[in-house]
């Protein structure tokens, strides 16, 4: 019912940039939350970024400066500019959606949390 597609991953140099997107779709009327998270080859899956619907942010100390995270409410999207990248943000990005409120096939209000399927961000030379 409820759906996170994520997508602008790729290969990028060292010092480039890249642009994240992932709209949530479905019978949706409300998210509280949207985020990224990374897991790299061997590692836990951490937080880079996230954005509530009043607009406030939180961005990991190793992203601070180089990542912005935006949101654009009435599409249910969140983007994730990334700048400046480093070989060691290499990672598998995941999207998140946090409090997603929505009507399932039989009308009834439900809320839930979702992730996306991943994007591949490879940074290397």
């Known amino acids: 019912q409820v759906q996170l597609v994520e997508s602008g991953g790729g290969l990028v140099q060292p010092g480039g940039s890249l642009r994240l997107s992932c709209a949530a779709s479905?019978?949706?009327?409300?998210?509280?939350?949207m985020g990224w998270y990374r897991q790299a080859p061997g590692k836990q899956r951490e937080l880079v970024a996230h954005?509530?619907?009043?607009?406030?942010?939180d961005y990991a100390d190793s992203v601070k400066g180089r990542f912005t995270i935006s949101r654009d409410n009435a599409k249910n999207t969140v983007y994730l500019q990334m700048n400046s990248v480093k070989p060691e943000d290499t990672a598998v990005y995941y999207c998140?959606?946090?409090?997603?409120?929505?009507?399932?096939?039989?009308?009834?209000?439900?809320?839930?949390?979702?992730w996306g399927q991943g994007t591949q961000v490879t940074v290397s030379s």
């Open positions: 998140n959606a946090n409090g997603v409120r929505y009507h399932d096939v039989w009308g009834a209000q439900r809320e839930s949390d979702y």
């Open positions: 479905g019978s949706i009327f409300s998210i509280y939350a």
């Open positions: 954005t509530t619907s009043g607009g406030s942010t």
